[in-house]
């Protein structure tokens, strides 16, 4: 099993199995801190999952600074995703859940503590992280802004080759201010 596969894994269950509407994975910002997986659902509860494919790779993300001081690190709720059997759960940092891969299930074997492990440090990475997402996602996007990308209009013309569906009326209230 690959660390690519795990974080797929990771993905689909923090979507389907724990009904997180917004998702990313590996994605980095300024603090140094680069979840493999991080989801959010109601209420802004975060959801790390760290993937891990070694006992070597497990114990060295001990010493990442953001381990040694939990609470200023990512996610209200912390999982690590490994294969089957790879570590033991007296090995968990406290209040940390744990997830095992077995075959292409995803098994619950630890849950993790239901109070908020991020302060409000955490919090503002977490919002770093989305915003430096969503800025990618602006520069893909060019010349349109994200905010004209996201309106529901915009995309359903998009989709009909440039012109609204029918019964749907275009918005004069907003200035046409194009130097044309």
């Known amino acids: 099993m690959t660390h690519a596969q795990l974080v797929r894994m990771a993905e689909e269950w923090l979507r389907r199995c724990y009904r997180c509407g917004i998702v990313l994975s590996e994605q980095s910002c300024t603090d140094g801190e680069t979840p493999d997986v991080i989801g959010w659902k109601k209420k802004c509860r975060s959801v790390l999952i ?8 497990f114990l060295a993300d001990r010493e990442k600074p953001f381990r040694k001081e939990p609470a ?29 891969a077995k075959g292409r299930r995803v098994l619950i074997s630890v849950r993790p503590g239901r ?66």
């Not at 760290?50 to 790779?57: G, L, N, T």
């Open 50 to 57: 760290e993937c891990k494919i070694s006992r070597a790779d």
């Open 72 to 100: 200023r690190g990512m996610g209200c709720e912390r999982f690590y995703l490994v294969p089957q059997g790879l570590i033991r759960v007296q090995e968990l940092p406290a209040c940390w859940g744990l997830l095992e």
């Open 115 to 180: 109070q908020s492990q991020r302060d409000q440090s955490g919090l503002m990475r977490e919002m770093e992280l989305l915003l430096a997402s969503l800025s990618r996602v602006e520069v893909r996007i060019e010349p349109q802004t994200i905010t004209d990308f996201l309106k529901w209009k915009n995309r359903l013309m998009e989709y009909n080759g440039g012109r609204l569906p029918q019964g749907i009326a275009p918005d004069t209230s907003i200035p046409d201010v194009s130097l044309t």
